[in-house]
């Protein structure tokens, strides 16, 4: 055993001993493409240009209005209950509940009706047929009476001062929509859940940090976020779904509408704990950001459009650069490799970016546990590496087949996620005049 | 301690005499509260001892568990001929039904209650004087109260010539505690109650019999509204288990067969349907008959018809489901549970309802109401989901002015269902406050008290229907046949001991008691239930009689035996009697261990005066 590591570092001294100028562009370059540590990174240098907005103020959250709390769920009868309970008691009270059963074929209406009886829910609507999130959203939206809807999951908790805190941000006459940290809640499901664990604790506080800070934030996560009822009805809620949540924040920014981050309201999902189910689950994201990107949305992109927006370009540009680039160049770079390097060479560069990115992750997740102020993510430490090769090889891999796929055969036209009636008319909805009620 | 004499307040009825123990008693609000159930038993003239707390503060404690301890210390000592009903007001009534010895039994023991109650004495006119001569009374008297200011307080009784007459004079008369048993081979016995109908002609095989003399097999009411008369006239079970025949055709609630022919018409066509009910009634033993026990009564009732007790709806009653043996029985769930534990009925589901909360009625209004003001102006509107933008909203959101079915989103036509939009489910509009919500609210009225409660409140009550188990009459009879002591009355232990002293004084002869109690520990109880019990101690008292002398009187008390052995020296008894139980042991199947007292002449004489 000590020989294979001894001859391993053998290899990698060798490496850096036979480094020249083009090989250390090559690792550049493959870094690039790897993965820039835009999160990490970016959080530096927002650390040290401005601190991030706490949205700290003396005013109580009913100052902005009534607020309703919407729940649309589909065979949530596990998990409906628990959700409904941890709003009952929040530092604030006095928001209505209103949940809708999207055509469940379990007991989530029966829990509900006996929750609406208990007092725990003010309105609780069944639809018979499955119309998919965006539409039982739309309905809840409808029988709510609030000024700002809190949008939630059937499978979300959230911390006792998580509504609270997410409509501080709402004070800013500039934000409309604010996103709260969706943490994974079940880490104890097994490796996957744990990377991904890992992956919301880096990506949702620093990445939505940054992103909000620059006015690039282009994400309410559909389990958890606030909308200002106006810019809700602006834009005639969601549209036909999936990715409806980016795709309702796209459409909100691109109607002037601002978006903000509150890091410390924090919310807990249930994420897959099976790799399949987790591939799966990525595979329709990344389809849903090309669609809606470059596809419903692609007007925006034209600058002879007038719905071209230019605070909407970074954001895209970051895209580009930042995903798309990388996610064709990395499979690329890894063929020239094969190609003009021997094995061990190739070897001892992967094991050098894989360590990069571990470190990468361990540094991620120290920052957002100081700025959660939640010590507890450093348990998740050991998983690091487990986590950093996941995401960053096979999950990649994963989005180079779902970008292949969605722009060669439209696949997103064919996920399953929203009904089939619904499925064809996934199509950019001109906002008309909402009807008043 | 005063003593005095009055009428009862609230009675309206000058014929009873009430001496009253009042010590310090604030008599005003008790009676108030006592006075339905006085009012029940006065009606009827029968003497009747009237007990509950005097001391003020324990009022609202003995109201529930305390009152049921009374109840259950004076069943103990009360003898069977003693009715006994507890009020809801801690007080407890006692119908002695003009029984001297239960009356001097009963005295005394209340008098050792702690707090000691509060006594009064309630009789008839016609039983004024009977009850005030009766010399136990004042002793037991003397032990509790002043006697003394007893006496001043005394005076005689209202004269019966006085009085008007009584209404129902079969009824309020003396009572027949035992009922001579009906010749079962001759006509069937028929009681008119209240009165028998004037006719030259009777059915064929009926013989009417007067109250108080032959036990009835036929019970015929010519009068509406008895029930109440007949349970007090006759021994209860005699009322529970008889067939009864209406003839009124306003009794049908208590009647097993109910016509509106009048006369002996009327009779010989009940008595044609009646007739298999009498003959399966002369197959049981007499005993059963005059037994106190309701699960007995129940069975002996339930053998007789042949059937088991089948609930009917009936919407004129409040808890809808009639029971007829309800009516019959205080505690009919009660009693029929204990049958059911036995395996002697099945129990099954009859029904569940739902009651109101506030008055038990079963009778509710069911009606849908909005969550929100509870009225019940509420539309039910469709919900339209357009597939197209996502769109999911009431109907009347999509209405346009024109009539179409226009998106308030996109503002596109909805044209076809299916296609461009489905109606994925319906939703509650009230009227009135506007309120939506999924589903209505599920309220209910009660139609006897008006209360109006949401559905998740009625109290849930189930109904049960019984059948007789294939085992009942052979587990009647055989209960009966082996026991005939069962349903005897319970021995007044003073008073045969007292008269034993009497008898034995005046002979001048020296006598010994033998006291045996057979399951002083419960265990044969346990093993074999009370049947065994009594089985045992009827064995027992066979082979008691045919060991000792022919002299010997042998009665049943409580707990066992009584031997009164004249011209016996304790200490002969003391000798012979390991023999004698190993006889009886030898003779009987049943392990048992009796604990048995031999008291001489003199402790027995000194037991009677003390009054023990």
């Not at chain 1, 850096?16 to 562009?25: D, G, K």
């Not at chain 2, 013989?207 to 109440?228: D, N, W």
Request: charged share 25%.
């Amino acid at each position: 055993m000590f020989s294979v590591f001894s001859e391993f570092w053998g290899w990698v001294f060798d490496y850096f001993q036979s480094i020249t100028w083009p090989h250390l562009l090559m690792m550049a370059f493959l870094t690039f493409s790897l993965e820039l540590p835009r999160y990490t990174l970016g959080f530096i240098i927002a650390l040290i240009a401005k601190p991030w907005r706490d949205f700290d103020t003396d005013r109580s959250v009913h100052d902005l209005g009534k607020f309703s709390v919407i729940i649309a769920g589909h065979n949530e009868e596990d998990a409906i209950e628990k959700c409904v309970r941890s709003l009952d008691n929040q530092t604030v009270s006095g928001f209505e509940i209103i949940c809708v059963d999207d055509g469940s074929s379990d007991r989530t209406f029966e829990i509900m009706t006996r929750l609406e009886r208990e007092g725990l829910i003010h309105r609780a609507v069944r639809l018979e047929l499955r119309g998919g999130k965006a539409s039982a959203l739309n309905m809840a939206t409808r029988l709510a009476t609030g000024d700002v809807f809190i949008i939630l999951d059937a499978d979300s908790k959230l911390e006792v001062d998580a509504v609270e805190k997410v409509l501080l941000p709402l004070f800013d006459p500039g934000i409309h929509c604010v996103s709260g940290t969706v943490l994974c809640g079940n880490p104890e499901a097994g490796w996957v859940a744990k990377c991904q664990a890992i992956e919301y604790a880096i990506g949702i506080p620093l990445g939505r940090t940054l992103q909000g800070m620059l006015d690039q934030l282009v994400m309410v996560s559909g389990a958890f976020g606030a909308f200002k009822r106006e810019a809700w009805e602006a834009v005639g809620g969601m549209d036909v779904g999936p990715g409806e949540d980016f795709d309702l924040c796209m459409r909100i920014r691109r109607a002037g509408y601002g978006i903000g981050f509150i890091h410390s309201s924090i919310c807990y999902t249930d994420v897959p704990d099976v790799s399949w189910n987790l591939i799966r689950q990525r595979f329709r994201w990344e389809r849903d950001a090309i669609w809606v990107r470059f596809r419903k949305l692609k007007t925006g992109l034209n600058p002879f459009s007038p719905m071209f927006r230019v605070s909407e370009l970074p954001h895209t540009i970051e895209f580009i650069i930042l995903t798309i680039i990388p996610t064709f160049a990395f499979p690329l770079y890894f063929l020239w490799m094969l190609g003009v390097m021997q094995f061990e060479m190739i070897f001892g560069v992967l094991a050098m970016l894989s360590l990069y990115l571990m470190f990468n992750d361990f540094l991620g997740l120290l920052m957002s546990a100081w700025l959660l102020k939640r010590w507890d993510i450093l348990k998740l430490l050991p998983w690091v590496p487990i986590n950093s090769l996941f995401v960053g090889y096979v999950l990649r891999m994963a989005r180079l087949y779902t970008f292949l796929d969605e722009w060669i055969f439209s696949r997103s036209m064919q996920d399953d996620f929203a009904p089939f009636k619904v499925q064809n008319w996934r199509v950019d909805s001109t906002p008309g005049k909402f009807k008043q009620r | 301690m005063l003593y005095s004499r009055a009428t009862v307040n609230g009675c309206g009825d000058t014929r009873l005499q009430h001496w009253s123990g009042t010590a310090a008693h604030d008599g005003g609000t008790r009676k108030g509260q006592m006075t339905n159930n006085v009012t029940q038993i006065a009606t009827l003239g029968l003497p009747t001892l009237v007990v509950s707390d005097a001391s003020a503060q324990l009022e609202s404690a003995l109201s529930s568990s305390e009152t049921a301890f009374r109840v259950t210390a004076l069943s103990s000592y009360a003898e069977a001929n003693a009715q006994i009903s507890a009020s809801r007001f801690a007080s407890v009534i006692v119908d002695l039904r003009g029984s001297k010895n239960e009356f001097a039994l009963l005295l005394p023991r209340l008098g050792n209650l702690s707090p000691k109650p509060h006594v009064t004495v309630l009789a008839s006119a016609q039983m004024a004087d009977t009850v005030r001569a009766m010399p136990s009374v004042d002793q037991v008297l003397e032990g509790i109260f002043d006697t003394a200011a007893l006496a001043r307080a005394a005076v005689p009784a209202t004269p019966l010539e006085e009085l008007p007459e009584p209404e129902t004079p079969g009824i309020t008369g003396p009572q027949t505690p035992e009922l001579e048993n009906p010749d079962t081979s001759g006509p069937v016995q028929v009681l008119m109650f209240p009165r028998a109908f004037s006719s030259d002609f009777m059915p064929e095989d009926v013989s009417v019999v007067a109250m108080g003399t032959v036990r009835p097999e036929v019970i015929v009411l010519t009068e509406e509204g008895v029930a109440r008369k007949l349970s007090m006239s006759l021994p209860k079970a005699v009322v529970k288990a008889t067939p009864i025949i209406d003839l009124t055709g306003k009794n049908r609630d208590i009647a097993d067969y109910t016509t509106t022919l009048k006369g002996a018409a009327g009779l010989e066509e009940a008595m044609h349907h009646i007739r298999p009910l009498v003959d399966r009634m002369r197959d049981l033993p007499d005993a059963i008959f005059m037994t106190e026990r309701e699960e007995d009564i129940l069975l002996a009732r339930l053998v007789i018809r042949n059937s088991g007790i089948d609930p009917i709806l009936r919407p004129d009653i409040q808890s809808t489901v009639f029971v007829r043996e309800n009516l019959l029985f205080e505690d009919f769930e009660g009693v029929a549970k204990r049958l059911v534990d036995r395996k002697l009925l099945k129990a099954e589901v009859f029904m569940k309802t739902n009651c109101c909360p506030a008055c038990d009625s079963a009778r509710l209004l069911v009606r849908e109401e909005c969550r929100a003001c509870r009225s019940t102006n509420i539309n039910e509107v469709a919900i339209i989901h357009h597939f197209r933008c996502g769109t999911q909203a009431p109907e009347t959101d999509f209405k346009a002015d024109n009539g179409v079915l226009e998106c308030p989103k996109c503002m596109n036509r909805l044209d076809a269902f299916s296609v461009d939009y489905d109606r994925p489910g319906s939703m509650m509009i009230c009227g009135d406050c506007g309120n939506e919500t999924g589903e209505a609210a599920i309220g209910m009225q009660c139609l006897d008290c008006g209360v109006h409660n949401d559905a998740a409140q009625m109290k849930p009550v189930t109904h049960y229907k019984y059948t007789l188990a294939d085992t009942a009459m052979r587990t009647l009879t055989s209960a009966f046949v082996d026991s005939p002591t069962q349903a005897r009355p319970q021995t007044d232990v003073g008073a045969v001991l007292r008269n034993f002293c009497r008898e034995m004084d005046v002979a001048r002869a020296d006598f010994t008691v033998l006291l045996l109690k057979l399951d002083p520990n419960g265990d044969l109880r346990r093993e074999h239930g009370e049947r065994g019990v009594r089985g045992t101690t009827h064995l027992v008292e066979r082979n008691l009689r045919e060991t000792l002398m022919w002299d010997t009187k042998i009665v049943h008390w409580a707990g066992g035996l009584i031997a009164l052995l004249p011209n016996a020296a304790s200490s002969d008894v003391d000798a012979e009697l390991p023999g004698i139980i190993a006889e009886a042991r030898r003779n009987i199947a049943l392990n048992f261990d009796p604990q048995i007292s031999v008291l001489d002449g003199a402790k027995v004489r000194n037991m009677v005066r003390q009054n023990v």
